[in-house]
């Protein structure tokens, strides 16, 4: 009875394992959290950096895909926003779906410079932009990027 207690514990731990390091993580950065008037155009946001955690540098794997979201009352200026290391494609004017290219052992990264315009429906107030990793090892999550002055 003991030894089979035992082998059931050993095997739960040994699954419990293994599912926690089949997913990846990723540090998330914004460089700054810009304040502009509501007036404002083509406003240069802080950069969006996605860093592969050392701890899980195989983890970034090309071909996977996560999402950059606006709040609706923005948009990205899709003629000057830029996106480093990473396939791209808008999906709506406030919504950049990335792809993952020419991913290495070592730890990747992906920077996103947006410029964005604020569109006639916006008001005053705090804007965060949403990462959606979807089924990559892009750490999920809503940072603020946007302080909209009246």
Request: proline share 4%.
């Amino acid at each position: 009875m003991k030894k089979s207690c035992l082998i059931i514990a050993v095997t739960i731990i040994s699954i419990l394992t293994m599912c926690a390091t089949a997913f990846g993580y990723s540090n998330n950065l914004i460089s700054e959290v810009v304040s502009v008037p509501l007036s404002s155009e083509n406003v240069e946001l802080g950069t969006i950096t996605i860093q592969e955690d050392s701890a899980f540098s195989n983890d970034f794997v090309d071909g996977n895909i996560f999402i950059i979201s606006l709040p609706n009352s923005l948009s990205f200026d899709q003629d000057k926003t830029i996106i480093e290391d990473a396939e791209y494609r808008y999906v709506t004017n406030s919504r950049i779906e990335i792809t993952m290219t020419n991913t290495t052992p070592s730890v990747d990264t992906i920077a996103i410079h947006p410029v964005i315009n604020i569109l006639p429906k916006a008001e005053a107030g705090d804007f965060r932009v949403k990462i959606d990793g979807r089924d990559s090892a892009v750490t999920t999550g809503e940072y603020l990027i946007l302080r909209l002055l009246p």
